[in-house]
């Protein structure tokens, strides 16, 4: 797991050495085990390397390729032994053991297309070509690893977050309000766009092309859901998810350093470290505790999979403390980001990597095995809308009487935030249920340059394309392949790369593996969600794995407190924030007192949307005002090339 940053010009005054220094530099809790660095002409590369594969100095980076080819590689191919051994099989033998040269040959032997159909792992490089002066970027298939870049006629520069690019003397500073609205809407900011207007995320399973100033674009994979044509019983469904799931495992288990596993006692980190056990690497685990805070503390769960697998299990307890919430936002953003698991997240994973470099996660498993809640929402939304609309209506004005109760979810909970999401545009599908800012409440909220965006249904348009675009067929197909390619690379998977990366942690998923997604792709609708159940075959896959309880509760999802907190501790920086005069040039200031007021006295739960503006809010007040200063030239170090 590392960082990469590089760039190629036709104009060396636009970006050159001393920008490239300066992004690497930011990228350094990426990769603090080494840097190296190449500047050729107008094409640089640079890198920060997290060791996990060839400990020794053959894995440095950027490396050279055959026919001088260079490549600056962030992740890891889990196969690359197998890749190894068809290499040698064709009379071509690796001089390290290191994934990175594996890359590098298959690029060379079966060009772009064929090697990337060949990998199993998560990715993000730069490969220069000088025989055809072409510089390409690529991302893995469901974008565990991220990549933003900047491209025009005269140059590409690209990095692994957005606080690197940031560093290029001419990176565009001007914010991208239609990211802001994005942003607003989802909780984070969709790719392709980011926070600067000009910059841009590379989208997951795609790559990117600049060739003397001409840009080529495609996307190389993209899930496809097909109803299976043959019936078959659900154990045997089971059995081949359970060998998918082993396999998967096992690939992401090979490493030269320790490797734990961060468990919450869910299903799917369940599942994954049942898994470990199973193959006979029984790990260390890691998980996050909420003392005192009810249905959101799932610890007694997470302590009943590690003794039944014989773990040693470390907990770290997390309290409402402000400068905690608003320090974790300072380590691990270069956006906004609303998602509030990722506090838990960054410190389960710093109290994960005091022991271990590489830990594994069940990320992945709501997306391919159905497992949201949104997604029962969206099948009950049908009924519901049958039901005379001035009931509807009458129901919708009794609950919005009825104060949230303070459990984590709760039934009433539930009921009110389904009405809510039903309430909503029947063209968002699900995605109504991830919206906690609608256009009614932008009106009210947007103030100066932000109030044209209130009635532009920016979101809604963006949800419509990917709803279209969607290669499935059933609609509970139709809305995994959306949130496989929206809520996990753009939320989840951003959440986990920032804040493992934050403390130099290296996070692999093995229900993320292509070939697991695919298989569950392939599995009868009623066999991903029957009659309300979800995950049924992921479920019965680890029965005799995991205890009974863990997979019989209802879920809960990786969540914290903030409801509570905003009433309390958070409370005097939420009114700092939100109350101040940069906040009250986008947003109605007696608006967001309003909502301050009613979330304290609990007539209403504004969680979300006040957290998301305080987020925001934050951002905005850190944002570099001068253009940083490069830093001196390293020393140079080039490593050998792989023939």
Not at 184 to 211: D, F
Not at 481 to 490: F, G, K, Q, R, S
Not at 612 to 621: I, K, P
Request: contains cysteine.
């Amino acid at each position: 797991m590392c960082g990469i940053t590089g760039y190629v010009t036709l104009d060396p005054d636009i970006v050159g050495e001393p920008d490239l220094h300066a992004m690497s530099l930011a990228l350094d809790h990426r990769g603090p085990d080494d840097s190296g660095w190449m500047v050729d002409g107008g094409v640089g590369l640079a890198h920060r390397r997290l060791a996990i594969l060839d400990l020794t100095p053959a894995g440095h980076q950027p490396m050279e390729g055959p026919r001088g080819t260079w490549v600056t590689y962030n992740g890891e191919i889990y196969n690359f032994h197998e890749l190894a051994r068809e290499l040698r099989a064709a009379g071509v033998e690796p001089r390290t053991r290191c994934d990175t040269e594996i890359l590098l040959l298959m690029l060379h032997r079966h060009g772009l297309h064929g090697a990337l159909s060949r990998f199993n792992g998560m990715f993000a490089f730069g490969h220069w070509d000088p025989r055809n002066q072409t510089m390409t970027l690529v991302r893995d298939r469901l974008g565990v690893k991220p990549l933003y870049y900047y491209a025009d006629s005269s140059c590409l520069v690209f990095a692994s977050e957005l606080k690197a690019l940031e560093r290029w003397r001419r990176c565009p500073r001007e914010i991208d309000l239609e990211a802001v609205d994005l942003y607003l809407s989802y909780e984070h900011v969709p790719a392709p766009w980011t926070m600067l207007r000009g910059v841009r995320k590379l989208e997951p399973g795609s790559w990117l092309q600049w060739r003397r100033g001409v840009i080529t674009t495609a996307r190389w994979w993209s899930p496809r859901f097909e109803e299976p044509s043959e019936p078959r019983t659900l154990d045997s469904y089971a059995e081949e998810c359970r060998h998918h799931l082993l396999r998967a495992t096992r690939l992401r288990m090979v490493s030269d350093v320790p490797v734990g596993v961060l468990l919450s006692g869910g299903v799917d980190s369940s599942a994954v470290a049942a898994a470990m056990a199973a193959l006979g690497n029984t790990p260390r685990a890691f998980s996050i505790s909420f003392p005192g805070m009810g249905d959101y503390d799932e610890i007694e769960h997470a302590r009943r999979v590690a003794a039944r697998i014989g773990a040693v299990h470390e907990v770290q307890e997390m309290e409402p403390l402000a400068e905690t919430c608003l320090d974790t936002l300072n380590e691990a953003l270069d956006e906004p980001f609303g998602d509030v698991s990722l506090l838990p997240t960054y410190l389960v994973s710093r109290l994960a990597r005091s022991a271990v470099t590489v830990v594994l996660s069940g990320d992945g498993g709501d997306e391919a095995f159905a497992g949201y809640d949104w997604y029962r929402a969206a099948q009950l939304a049908g009924p519901y809308r049958r039901v005379p609309g001035p009931l509807r209506f009458a129901l919708h004005r009794a609950l919005g009487l009825v104060p949230p109760r303070p459990e984590k979810k709760g039934l009433v909970n539930k009921i009110k935030r389904f009405a809510e999401g039903a309430a909503g545009d029947p063209r968002l599908e699900h995605l109504r249920w991830q919206q906690f800012l609608g256009q009614a409440e932008k009106a009210r909220l947007y103030r100066g340059e932000m109030a044209e965006l209130a009635d532009q249904e920016l979101p809604l348009r963006l949800a419509r394309q990917l709803l279209q675009r969607a290669a499935a067929q059933h609609p509970l197909s139709r809305r995994q392949w959306v949130d496989l390619n929206l809520y996990l690379p753009d939320d989840i998977l951003a959440k986990v790369d920032r804040a493992s990366m934050a403390v130099s942690l290296e996070t692999r998923g093995p229900l993320l593996d292509y070939e697991l997604i695919e298989f569950a792709a392939r599995l009868p609708a009623r066999m991903r969600m029957g009659s309300g159940a979800r995950k049924l075959v992921l479920r019965r896959a680890i029965a005799d794995m995991v205890p009974a309880e863990v997979l019989d509760r209802p879920k809960q999802g990786f969540s914290m407190p903030m409801k509570h907190w905003l009433r309390t501790d958070l409370l005097p920086v939420a009114r700092e924030l939100l109350l101040s005069d940069a906040a009250g040039a986008w947003f109605d200031r007696a608006h967001c007192e309003r909502l301050l007021a009613e979330h304290v006295s609990r007539r209403h739960d504004h969680a979300h949307v006040l957290w998301d503006l305080m987020v925001l809010q934050w951002w905005r007040n850190r944002r570099p005002v001068s253009e940083p200063v490069p830093v001196a030239p390293a020393i140079e170090r080039r490593a050998h090339a792989a023939r």
